[in-house]
């Protein structure tokens, strides 16, 4: 064997040095080079025509050939990403404490539910949960499939994470509690769906893809952030054109808004197409926030709107086509607006900025509390979230409870705290499996009480199978 191995080595060797003639290697540049030439303005032409629809491509098939090979690094790349379920990255420093559920302080009772939304490291896939808030027991479980609810469907879209459709990378994101049991709840981007107590499809709406938060209006319909495709603003394919999507409780599309055109329209254009580095996610749509009831400053059906690349939270009417209000800053990055009061609202500010190095948070996360009437900005969980070293860096929410109690998930930590109305740090929970290893949440929310009691009988009635 060892003669063998000597043997092949002494032959790689005559390959590797063996002398080459010049002239043979001057030819063989004379004939590559202008082929490495032609195949990248063939590349560039055909980037060119996918980013503007008006200059069509000269080259037809040899074209989307040579654009193809391209772009295979990012296919293979994305390939490569659905093989292992989404790490919490940023939860190294959280080594400390413990998994699951712990106390931290003493304080008032919690009300109400969670609809917890999180991989399960230990079965490697996303899992919705209804947790009893009062003693954090799990009442029920979904185990979204996404290779079944997901088969058959084209997969077209320049902007989807196809990726993401596989169980291990797949998150029901903000997933919604209905009072008889079913489950409405989209991927980070994917359909929008409605599931039976038992987990069986009701229906699902994939004209249009949706991602981000969802959340119920005034009326029984739901809001979320979703993708206009194509794009009719001539961008390039994969141009992120941010949409405001209405959908009905029995699956129909009823209403859609170009964010991009919106702002465009109402002379902020300067918001989407800057001067500097051109960017195809130039908004970031993360949340839609629907008016319940009239207020001082609006009105039922209105809708609240963040936009984390421009720092923008919008007050929109849709019945006119208004944008009401528009305030940028001091939030960075933020994910996330809520109601409070008829003069406030909340925003989950990431806090995050890039000064050269990358992005990092000053301090902490936090909860920014703006007063309209006012016109003023406090964070009144600032000392609570800074002692609980708050870093969602992406992602994130919080959501205030009946009983007064502030819910915070940090995301990429894999992290859910719960603060009492004393603004305490008093439970969280470490969402990690069996080995100790750290996975990612999918924007869970609170559930009051009186529809968590309903969907709770609904559930018990309905008999599911073990999973």
């Known amino acids: 064997m060892a003669k063998g191995r000597k043997e092949m080595t002494m032959w790689f060797e005559r390959v590797l040095f063996k002398r080459v003639e010049v002239w043979l290697v001057l030819l063989l540049l004379v004939l590559v080079l202008p082929g490495i030439v032609l195949f990248g303005e063939i590349v560039k032409s055909e980037a060119v025509s996918r980013q503007y629809p008006d200059?069509?491509?000269?080259?037809?098939?040899?074209?989307?050939?040579?654009?193809?090979?391209?772009?295979?690094?990012?296919?293979?790349?994305?390939?490569?990403?659905?093989?292992?379920?989404?790490?919490?990255?940023?939860?190294?420093?959280?080594?400390?404490?413990?998994?699951?559920?712990?106390?931290?302080?003493?304080?008032?009772?919690?009300?109400?539910?969670?609809?917890?939304?999180?991989?399960?490291?230990?079965?490697?896939?996303?899992?919705?949960?209804?947790?009893?808030?009062?003693d954090f027991s799990v009442l029920h479980r979904w185990l979204p499939a996404p290779e079944t609810l997901f088969a058959g469907l084209p997969r077209t879209s320049k902007i989807v994470p196809y990726a993401f459709w596989s169980s291990a990378r797949f998150r029901a994101m903000h997933p919604l509690l209905e009072a008889d049991g079913s489950l409405v709840m989209h991927g980070q981007t994917s359909p929008l769906m409605r599931l039976s107590p038992c987990g069986d499809m009701l229906w699902m709406q994939d004209d249009i893809m949706l991602h981000h938060s969802l959340n119920r209006d005034a009326e029984g319909n739901y809001w979320?952030?979703?993708?206009?495709?194509?794009?009719?603003?001539?961008?390039s394919e994969k141009f992120h054109d941010d949409t405001l999507v209405q959908i009905s409780p029995e699956g129909e599309i009823l209403f859609t808004r170009s964010l991009t055109q919106l702002l465009i329209d109402h002379g902020h254009e300067y918001m989407v197409y800057q001067m500097g580095e051109y960017r195809?996610?130039?908004?970031?749509?993360?949340?839609?926030?629907?008016?319940?009831?009239d207020g001082p400053y609006w009105k039922t059906g209105d809708l609240l709107i963040s936009a984390r690349d421009i720092?923008?939270?919008l007050l929109y009417r849709p019945s006119t086509d208004e944008i009401l209000w528009m305030k940028r800053?001091?939030?960075?990055?933020?994910?996330?607006?809520?109601?409070?009061?008829?003069?406030?609202?909340?925003?989950?500010?990431?806090?995050?900025?890039?000064?050269?190095?990358?992005?990092?948070?000053?301090?902490?996360?936090?909860?920014?509390?703006?007063?309209?009437?006012?016109?003023?900005?406090?964070?009144?969980?600032?000392?609570?979230?800074?002692?609980?070293?708050?870093?969602?860096?992406?992602?994130?929410?919080?959501?205030?409870t009946e009983s007064g109690h502030l819910i915070v998930e940090e995301d990429t930590a894999g992290r859910l705290l719960?603060?009492?109305?004393d603004r305490a740090l008093a439970w969280q929970y470490m969402n990690r499996d069996a080995a100790g290893t750290p996975y990612r949440m999918a924007w869970s929310r609170y559930v009051p009480k009186a529809l968590g009691d309903q969907a709770r009988a609904a559930l018990a009635a309905a008999s599911c199978p073990a999973p």
């Open 224 to 235: 979320s952030p979703g993708f206009t495709e194509p794009t009719e603003l001539g961008l």
């Open 311 to 313: 720092a923008a939270i």
């Open 55 to 134: 200059r069509p491509s000269r080259w037809g098939t040899i074209g989307d050939a040579a654009y193809f090979v391209a772009d295979l690094p990012e296919v293979l790349k994305s390939a490569m990403e659905t093989g292992s379920a989404f790490h919490a990255g940023s939860a190294r420093r959280l080594a400390d404490i413990p998994s699951g559920w712990s106390q931290v302080s003493d304080g008032t009772a919690l009300s109400g539910y969670l609809l917890f939304s999180r991989i399960d490291g230990d079965l490697g896939r996303t899992v919705v949960e209804l947790v009893d808030l009062s």
């Open 329 to 400: 800053g001091p939030w960075m990055a933020q994910h996330d607006v809520d109601i409070l009061g008829p003069t406030t609202i909340s925003v989950f500010n990431n806090n995050v900025r890039n000064r050269g190095a990358g992005a990092y948070i000053d301090t902490t996360s936090n909860v920014l509390v703006y007063d309209l009437e006012s016109d003023t900005v406090t964070s009144p969980y600032q000392s609570a979230l800074e002692e609980a070293v708050v870093l969602a860096t992406t992602n994130g929410l919080s959501d205030m």
């Open 418 to 421: 719960v603060f009492g109305p």
């Open 280 to 293: 195809e996610d130039p908004l970031h749509l993360n949340d839609i926030q629907p008016v319940l009831s």
